[in-house]
């Protein structure tokens, strides 16, 4: 990219030892020591490191350019803007030519179900003869049977996700599945990107460390909806709690879809039961029924279906094609995942108050007479402290027998967190303490009969443990066969 196509797009308060300079620009960086020969490099202001403090390296390591957001004494040239994070967006739109513009981009947001719609949609592309890639917490896959490329985040910075859609691009893949994360929206790495189709799950408590209230929070994911266009389609989930608001985000030329079970919607689950093998429900489509059966269990995989279908009802895919597709589906790693049987062991990621209520009460509905529900959970350090408690009482009122552990402590005392849960009990009679993740999946194989079921909360399809100066490989589905089967 020239500097000329650069200097005529955004908007900058100063431009500073810029002439002469004739460079091509031929990269795009935020990370000093990523750096490389004639790359431009971004001072962003994060939660806790300031670019600024690094530019100097960076321009060691090959920097041709800075954008700042104060002038630094370096000896390249620097355009001085209001804001970094909202130009790093731009920037990297321009540097890869906009490449969303060329893809039918559609956007998952909420606080749970997230992975799991967004996995649901791209096979439902696929069965309709489709290609379609997808972006997300397990990395980026560019087709289903495609294994997983690694990702720092949720939703990738601007410049990893714009060249992310350039490769989508030149592989000549049509369709993109991602998560939008609310720290994403918030923090400007999705703009300038093209959604055509914004999918809400829901949205419950989570990420309160950084937004501070649910207003806030509503009004990150809020973004998604507010900047679709014309012709542009909204999935809602009619029974959230802020569904208003979100219907109520988007402009009246933009298609509008809900879904839902107890309020009306365009797609709507009846008659819903359970069993062993998975969730069924008459499915009420604009009118038309539908029976389903699929292999998935709980309600939250019900309305998980729901968004999916409803994506492919709006974008008129064909519906017998996504039915039977989403009927032989086992379900997503991490996610509800039977680890073992007899006790059926159960891995799942929830690690919100709504996530861990949703995944014991689907639990429940498989658990025989007479058999125990067992629970093994902890609580993310460095994160929002508020929901500590509440998981806790949660837990002591859904499940029989609980196991309180660790989960990412991070910087955190790990008793301290275990502490803050224990708030929420009202009686610790049926409470088992056990910081150590391990040991504590141990003592729920030492407490299990064969017909019990174990949920292992929280982690879900993560393979580390991140304690105060280390991080460790630790997977909760290795841990519990080698617990429980000896593998």
């Known amino acids: 990219m020239k500097l000329r196509t650069l200097i005529d797009n955004i908007n900058y308060e100063e431009l500073v030892n810029i002439d002469g300079f004739s460079d091509e620009i031929l990269g795009i960086s935020y990370n000093s020591k990523k750096t490389e020969q004639d790359d431009l490099f971004i001072c962003l202001t994060g939660e806790h490191v300031d670019g600024h403090e690094y530019a100097e390296e960076a321009v060691l390591n090959g920097a041709c350019l800075c954008i700042v957001e104060r002038r630094l004494n370096l000896d390249v040239p620097q355009i001085v803007v209001s804001d970094t994070s909202k130009i790093i967006a731009q920037v990297s739109d321009l540097f890869y030519g906009s490449p969303s513009r060329k893809l039918n981009l559609i956007g998952v947001t909420g606080t749970n179900g997230k992975t799991t719609v967004t996995h649901l949609i791209q096979k439902i592309y696929e069965a309709n003869n489709e290609k379609c890639a997808l972006i997300g917490t397990l990395g980026h896959k560019f087709f289903s049977e495609d294994s997983y490329h690694d990702a720092k985040h949720t939703t990738p910075q601007a410049p990893e996700l714009q060249k992310l859609f350039h490769e989508i691009n030149d592989k000549n893949i049509e369709n993109v599945v991602m998560e939008v994360s609310s720290h994403a929206l918030a923090q400007h790495r999705v703009d300038y990107c093209d ?237 088992v303490v056990e910081p150590d993740r391990e040991l504590a999946i141990k003592e729920a194989y030492k407490i299990a009969n064969a017909n019990d079921v174990v949920i292992v909360a929280g982690k879900g399809h993560e393979d580390y443990q991140i304690l105060a100066n280390e991080t460790i490989h630790f997977d909760d589905r290795e841990k519990v066969k080698e617990i429980f089967v000896g593998e």
């Open 195 to 431: 959604f055509n189709v914004a999918v809400l799950t829901n949205l419950t408590q989570d990420h309160l460390d950084f937004h501070i209230t649910m207003n806030n929070y509503f009004k990150a994911k809020a973004k998604l909806f507010e900047d679709l266009v014309a012709g542009d389609y909204a999935i809602i989930n009619a029974d959230d709690e802020y569904a208003t608001g979100f219907m109520e985000s988007v402009s009246p030329t933009v298609n509008l879809y809900t879904y839902g079970i107890n309020m009306p919607a365009d797609v709507r689950a009846e008659k819903i039961s359970f069993s062993n093998s998975g969730a069924s429900f008459i499915c009420d489509i604009k009118g038309e029924k539908y029976p389903i059966n699929l292999k998935m269990n709980g309600m939250f995989s019900v309305y998980n279906v729901l968004a999916a279908l409803t994506t492919a009802v709006a974008l008129d895919l064909d519906i017998q094609k996504t039915i039977y597709t989403l009927e032989e589906i086992q379900g997503v790693a991490g996610r509800f995942e039977v680890v073992v049987n007899k006790p059926t062991v159960i891995v799942d990621y929830a690690h919100t108050p709504d996530g861990l209520e949703n995944v014991l009460k689907a639990a429940r509905e498989i658990t025989p007479n007479g058999a125990n529900l067992l629970c093994v959970f902890g609580c993310g350090g460095d994160r929002d402290a508020t929901k500590r408690p509440k998981m806790g009482a949660i837990a002591e009122n859904l499940a029989d027998k609980v196991i309180v552990t660790s989960d990412n402590p991070r910087s955190e005392n790990p008793q301290q967190i275990i502490t803050d849960i224990l708030a929420g009990f009202k009686s610790v009679s049926n409470v």
